[in-house]
T-cell receptor
Framework: QQQVKQSPQSLIVQKGGISIINCAYE??????FPWYQQFPGKGPALLIA?????SEKKEGRFTISFNKSAKQFSLHIMDSQPGDSATYFC?????????????FGTGTSLTVIP | DSGVTQTPKHLITATGQRVTLRCSPRSGDLSVYWYQQSLDQGLQFLIQYYNGEERAKGNILERFSAQQFPDLHSELNLSSLELGDSALYFC????????????FGPGTRLTVL
């Protein structure tokens, strides 16, 4: 069972446009929601993250919108650039246990056309 | 560069064989996580170690095992390999056992023929 569902699987956006990737989760125990960016041949790298006590977090051109009641969160990339072309993963984690288990979405391949 | 190193970068082996993947966490990080990334299932959490002890377990097969050594490096052992085990294997590290930001290594690509 996929704990975190991500859509779309792929996305093509013109340079300067807005890229939007959506994720949904079921487990209300999750209390940390990061987004990772992965370039070919590299490991994922943390892009931005949010905790459920806020509805939005912005870092530069990247914004996470979080809807706790709907159990959904999304990544918005403003003014998308060709250098943003990568695979993006959402994830969810619970930090309240003795360990720290992360659940990842299946990824979105973003292509930004010049 | 995340500071996490993984060896080898590529590994090609045959079905039924056993392999060992190695991960060295960032300097000072005590937790190591292992993930399997395949095309159809994305990133799957396998297991977490903190300061030598197992802390969390995900969908890790019984044919797979891991350990973390006193110098904090970790090894993932995969045995009785099957074609379906072909994937990218990543490790990540964090300072504590419940830290948030994970730093991923470059991965080991395993091909089982």
């Amino acid at each position: 069972q996929q704990q975190v569902k991500q859509s779309p699987q792929s996305l093509i956006v013109q340079k300067g446009g807005i890229s939007i990737i959506n994720c949904a989760y079921e487990n209300t125990a999750f209390d940390y929601f990061p987004w990772y960016q992965q370039f070919p041949g590299k490991g994922p790298a943390l892009l931005i993250a949010i905790r459920p006590d806020v509805s939005e977090k912005k870092e530069g051109r990247f914004t996470i919108s979080f809807n706790k009641s709907a159990k959904q969160f999304s990544l918005h990339i403003m003014d998308s650039q060709p250098g943003d072309s990568a695979t993006y993963f959402c994830a969810a984690s619970s930090l309240t246990n003795t360990g720290n288990q992360f659940y990842f979405g299946t990824g979105t391949s973003l292509t930004v056309i010049p | 560069d995340s500071g996490v190193t993984q060896t080898p970068k590529h590994l090609i082996t045959a079905t039924g064989q056993r392999v060992t993947l190695r991960c060295s966490p960032r300097s000072g990080d005590l937790s190591v996580y292992w993930y399997q990334q395949s095309l159809d299932q994305g990133l799957q959490f396998l297991i977490q170690y903190y300061n030598g002890e197992e802390r969390a377990k995900g969908n890790i097969l019984e044919r797979f095992s891991a350990q973390q050594f006193p110098d904090l490096h970790s090894e993932l052992n995969l045995s009785s390999l099957e074609l379906g085990d072909s994937a990218l294997y990543f490790c990540a590290s964090t300072p504590g056992q419940r830290s948030d930001t994970q730093y991923f290594g470059p991965g080991t690509r395993l091909t089982v023929l």
